[in-house]
């Protein structure tokens, strides 16, 4: 008998789909199934009917797979974020690397032995950065994350386990202000209430935390009990405005509520200073770990040229400059190239330029200027690089190409480009930056094949090395 929606059914999860889900076989039907991982057999609700694969979650799990652990959060498959606390961290691991393995055999058609996957150095505590949703609850407004699937149901949180205790002190104490205050969440659905977000960042070598309020327009209250109530840690607050109906933490304006609007954190040596809404890896050990091994494929010597693409504020490019005679960054967000520029003089780091821009249009006139870079380190957002961003990657012709992904099925494709056009994939190996999530990094080395036909390739023009000493 044909499935319908709504049916329960019982399966056998043997995979792990890209995003987190497990796979199961219905007849010849693939069924994805939220909340049930490999080796389970798991009742399961159908919740979408297509032509060759079901959508399901398990609403009970009869005979749990060898991986299942007990997940340490008490808000665990109720809040949308670390969909696999239930999952034994070395199974983790596996999975992800199996899945980039996947990727880059499947969407690339790659035949590439991945190098090892490097674990995580902590599995709990791990993230800088939290960005919570005001709520309002029996106990007045409450912080916490969206309800798993749900875009418009919160889950109030007491503890979260990848925040640090500090920074989990940090949300208790905005909860206390803002119920003390008699304070109400923002609404959405009406447009009424004041409090929307609480975004929590924090040096992780530091110690140092900063926080940003968001707010309906309306200044904040009693700003002198809040400062009183923190943690001694956080360095300052900022509030910022948000007049539209749409949530966002990004793109606004932050004012300082007391003490500074940035805080300092140390990231392979360097100290970097950094505000509300500049880009930083949320891991910062990790991060440390990443970034140590893209400069190590690099294979950085101090006459090379290197640029850096998507550079954040600017931590590859920074770090690399001490081992490559000149390095150019270009990053879309004018925030993060100020906090680049800054933390390039802060640090003495001479040899390194910062441009704001967008890639696909900001390599062509950058080219015109500066010399022809040996290394390109591209770090792009999920969506990986758009054809015209591979089309001038080619065009800068550099001899290697270290690519830092945050997604292996876009990572997959723009390589495959690259190597279509004449690159080599020579390197690839998996990073865990996000236990307990399906997220996973990888970087990847492409070497350029010399064919004669390459006017970049064939002549010395592509070597027009930089030295050390150049600014
Ligand atoms: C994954 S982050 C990489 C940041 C940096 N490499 C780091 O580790 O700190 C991607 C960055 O690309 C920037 N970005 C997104 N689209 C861009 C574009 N079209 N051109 C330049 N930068 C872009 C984002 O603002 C973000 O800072």
Redesign the pocket.
Known sequence: MALHRGQEIDLTVDGLAFGGRGVARHGELVVFVSRALPGDRVRARVTKLKRRHAEAFAVEVLEAGPGRVTPRCAHFGVCGGCAWQDLAYAEQVRHKAAQVDDALRRLGRFEIELESIVPAAEQYGYRNKLEYSWSDGPDGPSLGFHRAGRWDELVPVETCHIASPAGNDVRRAFERWAREAGLTAYDGRTGEGYLRHLVVREGAHTGQLLAMLVTAPGAVPGRDRLRALLPAEVVGAVHAENAGVGEATAGLEPRPLFGADRYEEVVGGLCLSVTAGA???TNTVM?ER??ELAIGYAELSTTDVAW?????????GLLAAARAGRVYG????EE?VARARENAERNGIANIEFVA????K?VAPLLERAPRPDVV?V???RAGL?PK?VKRLLELAPERIVY?S?NPTTLAPNARALVDAGYALERARPVDMFPHTPHIECVALLRREKTGSDPNFSGQAHHSRATASST
Do not use: H, K, R, W
């Not at 270009?330 to 967000?333: D, K, M, T």
């Open positions: 880009f930083m890896q991060s990443l970034y850096d693409l998507y550079c954040g504020a600017g931590a590859i270009i990053e879309i967000a993060s821009g967008d890639v696909a900001s380190f770090d792009p957002p758009t961003a830092v945050c």
